[in-house]
T-cell receptor
Framework: AQKVTQAQTEISVVEKEDVTLDCVYETRDTTYYLFWYKQPPSGELVFLIRRNSFDEQNEISGRYSWNFQKSTSSFNFTITASQVVDSAVYFCALSFNDYKLSFGAGTTVTVRA | DVKVTQSSRYLVKRTGEKVFLECVQDMDHENMFWYRQDPGLGLRLIYFSYDVKMKEKGDIPEGYSVSREKKERFSLILESASTNQTSMYLC????????????????FGDGTRLSIL
């Protein structure tokens, strides 16, 4: 069975603190894709990153970074020097050998000024 | 930019009504999806379609049906609305043709917050 677990329900930090969001997945497929989406209070889901199962290279994009570790089935996401505009719900998602996405329950991040 | 448009941001209906949620995408995507989002449960797939007039059940299809008569439009239908269908509904589209490994992100609409009274 395929499953995505985001153990953290809510995280609250003060501006400029770093935030790390955990994502653990389960799949029997050897080829799969992992995603992170952001949902700000306005409601739309914004695509952040895609990573395939053959590419364990970690990535940094501005204040965002991702740590993919196949050995532990984890795809964690870090926001460095958080800002109030980072307040949102963040979803980790897994795509199997078709084009359907399976989402985690989401982590609500609140950044206080 | 890809645009996925959902017909309503907020909708209030009564128990037993037939409810239509409409979604239109402007990028000629083959795949379209309907999800519902509930606190603590994330997004759950209701139905998806990989071509005109083609549809497949997702994880929670009970109480819903869909229609895809044109490539750009995917409708979600609540045949007889019930209070447990009060939720946020999100439509998405993606360009992956057919059943291949997906490496393209799905693009989402702004969501419809549906309340059933």
């Amino acid at each position: 069975a395929q499953k995505v677990t985001q153990a953290q329900t809510e995280i609250s930090v003060v501006e400029k603190e770093d935030v790390t969001l955990d994502c653990v997945y389960e799949t029997r497929d050897t080829t799969y894709y992992l995603f992170w989406y952001k949902q700000p209070p306005s409601g739309e889901l914004v695509f952040l990153i895609r990573r395939n199962s053959f590419d364990e290279q970690n990535e940094i994009s501005g204040r965002y970074s991702w740590n993919f570790q196949k050995s532990t089935s984890s795809f964690n996401f870090t926001i460095t020097a958080s800002q109030v505009v980072d307040s949102a719900v963040y979803f980790c998602a897994l795509s199997f050998n078709d084009y359907k996405l399976s989402f985690g329950a989401g982590t609500t991040v609140t950044v206080r000024a | 930019d890809v645009k996925v448009t959902q017909s309503s941001r907020y909708l209030v209906k009564r128990t037993g009504e037939k409810v239509f949620l409409e979604c239109v995408q402007d990028m000629d995507h083959e795949n379209m999806f309907w999800y519902r989002q509930d606190p603590g449960l994330g997004l759950r797939l209701i139905y998806f379609s990989y071509d005109v007039k083609m549809k497949e059940k997702g994880d929670i299809p009970e109480g819903y049906s869909v229609s895809r008569e044109k490539k750009e439009r995917f409708s979600l239908i609540l045949e007889s609305a019930s209070t447990n269908q009060t939720s946020m509904y999100l439509c998405a589209s993606s360009p992956s043709p057919g059943r291949v490994v997906s490496n393209q992100p799905q693009h989402f609409g702004d969501g419809t917050r549906l309340s059933i009274l």
